[in-house]
């Protein structure tokens, strides 16, 4: 019982954490993108199509890193080279996401209610580790995907705390006007930071089809883009925070199922809730977004 | 040069070739579709009806976003409102059997805007007191004005029979009565005709019109020119809020007389893109309410005899905002200012010390 519920809270962490980290990448660079729901849907829906009709699902992968690169794009495009509004723009690229999949989904797979499954992605055991007790298949029995998301929080944390690049993301967060007078070329950070997200949020999305539910409905992703939103507030703006966050969200996620089938006095929609309403405690506690990059949301245009 | 009514009709435009282009990708004839979705939105009688009754939501939460928006507060949270307005609503309506009609409508209408208002205030609250982004706050409420209406409907406002996770009827007497039957158009649409004409006369006739306008353009500018910010962040925000709940609550009141999970299919978001296609102005929002409730209401239709799925409504919508935004963006102004030369449409934003004096 404990250890199904620790391995699914793992499972339940994976996705939000992975789209939440390039949410990160991109909010440092002076851009908040609330499409990511729309990336992340783009992703599951070309991971499930392209693994469904090729039979593989490396190829299902690189096709969700390209549906969210390239939603990212059009987002980009707008907001980063027209310094159109990004929440507006935001909102839109997930509600053209939303339509779009559901249209192209109908169309390929009909409207038979017949769900169209793909293998689940193959799960590696890390040789003895994988066989320690609790510990052993609540953390080192996972598909790649997982490893990789966790491997990126160090990772993500050395980039943009510890290197020249990270040093140039920041700026570009922070005082853009400063960072294009001294040559960092902002609107190319923006667009690098963009496209990075993109290909983390559409693996985030496959993560969703191939690994979890090995089909796609309408919808899949449910709100996890807004939850990665939440974590990286949450997470103050630090991967390793971001990585906490996801892990106590997917816990809510994983205990959610639980109660259900259990059928106790505790509201589940509580545990549901919970992302959202802690994230407000935490603005209104820590007094709005002093963690956060200066210049965020903010457009920026050469004078 | 595109003048402020053809803007609009341009995007539209451009967005019906980019949906052409879509439809042909899915082999499908775009004349068709369109036909289609002319047909099931104005085909006869009952056609128009039934997208005047679409359109009813639309125009709240339309106005709601637009009356945030001409203030620059990002309120992506009608969505919510209207969910809090309906809850209060669906939750008072059964027990307002012992009153007159009128009385009882009037209750359970001031009940929604009531709810709307309180979700709104929060939001503007934080971003008055805690500078707490509205926008972030407000997907967030969203979010908990779901959960709270799935708790609410399961749990202590759920039938007695509990037969469906549903709530009590309202009482008959909140029931806005059909007027015009045996089309469901009611006196909903009637009211949110009305709020237009209040909030058009709100924003451009009065003193706090034109500073809510004022603080749209330039914050700072207006800060010196004497505006208090934070108070008039509240205000609208609570009257944005107030707005889409009164909404939910005619929603209620009218059409579905309880609450039930998913009781909005998404009218704060579709309200983006009303508030925008209206250019922000409440009188704009009827008609293009209107527009998005006939392609809601025509794409069943479209589904019957094309084989399209209603989704595509949702491209529709999501290529119409971005299109209008692309249009609108200063970096296009600039570009066409560098391929025809200065031009009067950039400089028709005046600075807000030129503005005529509230």
């Known amino acids: ?303 | 040069m595109l003048s402020t009514i053809a803007k609009p009709f341009a995007a539209l435009a451009l967005a019906a070739a980019l949906i052409s282009i879509v439809l042909a990708a899915l082999g499908a004839s775009p004349l068709g579709v369109f036909a289609a979705l002319g047909e099931g939105a104005f085909g006869n009688w009952y056609a128009c009806a039934d997208t005047i009754v679409k359109s009813t939501p639309l125009v709240f939460t339309g106005l709601a976003v637009a009356l945030a928006f001409s203030g620059a507060l990002w309120n992506i949270g009608a969505d919510g409102q209207l969910t809090i307005g309906a809850i209060a609503a669906g939750a008072i309506g059964p027990h307002l059997g012992n009153f007159p009609h009128a009385i009882a409508i009037a209750i359970i209408l001031a009940a929604g805007a009531l709810g709307g208002a309180v979700w709104g205030a929060v939001a503007g609250w934080l971003r008055a007191r805690r500078d707490v982004n509205e926008v972030i706050s407000t997907i967030m409420l969203n979010f908990v004005a779901v959960q709270a209406l799935s708790w609410v409907v399961h749990g202590p406002l759920m039938e007695p029979s509990r037969a469906y996770p549903t709530s009590s009827p309202i009482a008959r007497a909140a029931q806005i009565e059909f007027y015009f039957a045996p089309s469901r158009i009611n006196l909903g649409m009637i009211l949110a005709v009305a709020l237009a004409a209040a909030c058009y006369l709100l924003l451009f006739r009065t003193g706090a019109g034109f500073e809510l306008r004022a603080m749209g353009r330039n914050r700072r500018a207006a800060t010196f020119f004497g505006i208090r910010i934070p108070a008039l962040t509240l205000w609208v925000m609570a009257l944005s809020g107030a707005l889409a709940g009164l909404g939910g609550a005619v929603q209620i009141s009218a059409i579905s007389h309880r609450l039930y999970e998913k009781l909005s299919p998404g009218w704060g978001f579709e309200a983006i893109a009303v508030a925008l296609v209206a250019r922000l102005n409440p009188l704009g929002v009827i008609p293009a309410a209107i527009l998005f409730g006939a392609l809601d209401n025509g794409s069943q239709a479209m589904q019957r005899t094309q084989g399209i799925s209603p989704e595509l409504v949702q491209v529709i919508q999501g290529l119409v905002i971005l299109i209008i935004l692309a249009f609108d963006t200063p970096a296009w102004s600039g570009l066409r200012e560098q391929i025809f030369g200065a031009s009067g449409d950039a400089a028709a934003v005046p600075p807000v010390a030129e503005m005529p004096d509230a």
Request: aromatic letters at 10%.
């Open chain 1, 1 to 303: 019982m404990l250890e199904a519920l620790l391995t699914s809270t793992i499972t339940m962490a994976t996705p939000i954490l992975l789209a939440a980290l390039g949410e990160l990448l991109v909010e440092e660079s002076g851009v908040i993108n609330i499409g990511i729901e729309g990336a992340m849907l783009a992703g599951a829906f070309a991971a499930l199509t392209i693994a469904y009709f090729s039979g593989s699902t490396a190829l299902g992968l690189v096709g969700a890193i390209a549906a969210g690169v390239a939603i990212n794009a059009i987002f980009a495009m707008l907001v980063v080279n027209l310094a159109v509004n990004q929440v507006v723009t935001g909102t839109a690229v997930s509600i053209l996401a939303l339509g779009l999949t559901g249209v192209f989904y109908r169309k390929l797979f009909g409207v038979t209610g017949k769900a169209f499954m793909v293998a689940p992605i193959a799960k590696i055991p890390l040789g003895p580790l994988a066989r320690i007790p609790l510990l052993g298949p609540v953390l080192f029995n996972h598909n790649a995907l997982v490893y990789f998301t966790f491997i990126l929080v160090p990772a993500l944390w050395y980039v943009i705390a510890r290197t020249r690049y990270g040093l140039r993301l920041r700026a570009c967060g922070e005082r853009p006007e400063a960072a294009d007078a001294l040559g960092l070329g902002v609107i190319a950070i923006r667009w690098q930071a963009l496209m990075v997200s993109g290909a983390l949020t559409g693996l985030a999305g496959a993560f969703l089809t191939l690994a979890y539910a090995n089909t796609f409905v309408e919808n899949i992703s449910a709100g996890r883009g807004f939850v990665a939103l939440s974590v990286v507030i949450v997470g103050r703006w630090n991967s390793w925070g971001l990585a906490a966050a996801s892990v106590l969200f997917g816990a809510a996620m994983a205990l959610q199922f639980g109660l259900q089938a259990l059928g106790t006095v505790v509201p589940y929609q509580l545990f549901l809730a919970l992302p959202y309403a802690l994230t407000l405690v935490v603005l209104a506690g820590f007094g709005g977004q002093a963690a956060a990059p200066s210049a965020l949301g903010e457009p920026y245009r050469r004078q």
